[in-house]
């Protein structure tokens, strides 16, 4: 196959649509877009591109083997890039079936459509199939929690802490089990913290943003003190890109930014900021508000990227001071999403 023909999952959430729109405005595969359109898919996000030839979207789920079977007999995909995913932990928390369905048996229908649809039996591609690839996204979480020093490489044991990121341990152990088993083509990314334009509402930084602009407190779980390694959305986006078209099969790499920050640092940056951007009588940090903490919440996440840098040369061009700019004049130019 000349032109790729790629699967992209979830690709109207928040890092799929920014992967989307990388891939069509940097190269000539052809994208097809499947999303349920939860409450994290958002069409709006993909307006940017949504009159590309290359460019189609289909609505539905990935828990639908039908479906999936059906789109890779008619389309043919050589490409999966695997976004779609129940990802918020606090939802996890008090309602886990959907996190258990979407990122557990979702994948498997996804693997086990591509496996079909590539290969005649374990090692064995079918004609034109040689170069496929399946690209499952994954995370940081799924190492469970760190303490004040050391660093998260693929080497790091699993021990994922809630169910989220148990859900995701599960899909990147099956996903590995049909590369050991049936020879299929997959590479398995691991990300920290995402940032940028179109997160949805409810993660930490348009949340800050949100409730700062409102004039609302801004919630800080526990004391603040929990750290995160922060990735510029677009970033992760070149290093999926690398690990898909140059990562070594059946391999998992680390994407990471390298920006440790605590929340509260996170928070307080925020308020700095619009204090500048969008000014108002009194400083936005005088709305922060120290709230009762998650259970069972992982004090740090912090990721060693050098396997990625050093096998395919990825690198971050954004720090979180500059990347965390771009995202706050974003939104403030897009107040509708908050």
Known sequence: MKNNKVLITGGAGFIGSNYVQYVLENFGDAVYVLDKLTYAGDLRNLEAISNADNYHFIQGDICD?????QLFQTHQF???????????????????SEFIQTNIVGTFNLLQAAYKTWMNVPNDFKNGFESARFLHVSTDEVYGTLGETGLFTEETPYAPNSPYSASKASSDFIVRSYFHTYGLPVVTTNCSNNYGPHQHKEKL????????????PIPIYGDGTNVRDWLYVRDHCTGIKLAIDKGRLGETYNIGGRNERQNLYIAHTICELLDEFKPK?????????FVTDRPGHDFRYAIDASKIEDELGWKADENFESGIKKTIAWYLDHMQRL
Do not use: W
């Open 65 to 69: 083997s039908e479906l999936v079977d």
């Open 78 to 96: 050589n490409r999966v890039v695997h976004f779609a995913a129940e990802s918020h932990v606090d939802n996890s928390i008090t309602g886990p």
């Open 205 to 216: 930084i348009p949340t800050i943003i949100r409730k700062a602009v409102a004039g609302e």
């Open 281 to 289: 009588d009194s400083p936005y940090a005088n709305q922060i508000a």
